[in-house]
């Protein structure tokens, strides 16, 4: 099954197509989290018109709530949220990364207790491509072991060969019509290991290959320094994606080393918080100074929030706790996000990558610059 088109490449960046059984969808591409079967505050509607073509959800919410039964009897989880793209789903692994409280791990899988009730529950790698063949999602992540990345070298190889071998045992379980698996890299922020494991699963038939474990507590250039020596030694012929990461500098970065997909849900959580994404950086409308600025909140973008509504009002809405704020806010953070992607690949496919990273990276330099003087005590 034929799951990746490369178009052109500048440098190590690409640009491609994405083959699902919903449709082509092109790259680099960030999709939207939709954890529980819906991108917060959003319809599918609103997806659809920030021309949104993929987006996530999670084994492990939709296993606990409302089950994947449920789910499956309502038609599978494009019927049940009423989403016509492609659906890329989480194994679950990083959930249970998370839970580390709560879960207990062994050779078969993991045993852990639910953070809604406290009822215990049982995630193998047979069971989570079960869960994710009742959803019915376009693409199945494989069951993986993510330790933290600090852990001890014992627990990384560890976490390294358990995800090998339930790789191969994801691999065996049954999948839904058309669906693609891809599987994951781990190995901390070694990498020797990270090399070593690349080679194990990159051995194994996975329609597509995904960098885990990173964007999980390690500096921001550690984790750029993984992905530039990773990511170009990742089958060429195949989608490659980094998951769960993450700032829009971390997505340029992943970009320029040869990375396809990106996921994160900083978008619409920054924007329930307060913290827009501009050109150059942050807006955070919680400031006094937006409380009577008529201007929108980004001169020219062409979302629905900025094209109907000024900062003033969405201070209101953020400081009145009023809906409506996480609604309009979800909507621009998100269209900043799928707007970088697209424009990545609009600069990949003329020879202008470089350029177009380097004139994002400036621009948040001299945001940065002007802040730091606007606020300057005795300046101004």
Partial sequence: ?????????????????????????????????????????????????????IILGNTYHLALRPGANCVREQGGLHRFMAWPGAILTDSGGFQVFSLRERRTLDEDGVTFRSHIDGSEHRLTPESAMEIQAALGSDIAMAFDECPPSDAPAAELDGAMARTTRWAARCLAAPRAPGQL??????????????????????????????????????????????????????????????????????????????????????????????????????????????????????????????????????????????????????????????????????????GTFKQYQAAILSAEGDRATAERRDHAPGLG
């Fill in 1 to 53: 099954m034929t799951a990746f088109r490369l178009l052109g490449c500048d440098g190590t960046a690409r640009a491609g197509v994405l083959h699902t059984a919903r449709g082509d969808v092109e790259t680099p591409v960030f999709m939207p989290v939709g954890t529980q079967a819906s991108v917060k505050a959003l319809s599918s509607g609103d997806l659809a018109a920030l021309g949104a073509r």
């Fill in 181 to 350: 698996r891809f599987g994951i890299v781990q190995g901390g922020i070694d990498l020797s290991r990270r090399r070593a494991h690349l080679a194990e699963i990159a051995a194994l038939p996975f329609e597509g290959f995904a960098l885990g474990g990173l964007g999980v507590g390690e500096p921001p250039e550690v984790m750029h320094d993984i992905v530039g020596a990773i990511a170009p030694q990742m089958p060429a012929g195949s989608p490659r994606y980094l998951m769960g990461v993450g700032t829009p500098r971390d997505i340029l970065a992943g970009i320029a080393a040869g990375i396809d997909m990106f996921d994160c849900v900083m978008p619409t959580r920054n924007a329930r918080n307060g913290q827009l994404f501009v050109r150059g950086g942050r807006l955070n409308i919680a400031n006094a100074r937006h409380r009577q600025d008529p201007r929108p909140i980004e001169e020219g973008c062409p979302c629905e929030c900025c094209g109907s509504y000024g900062r003033a009002y969405l201070a209101h809405l953020f400081h009145a706790k009023e809906l409506l704020y996480y609604r309009l806010a979800s909507i621009h953070n998100l269209r900043h996000y799928l707007d970088l992607a697209r424009g990545a690949r609009t600069a990949i496919l003329s």
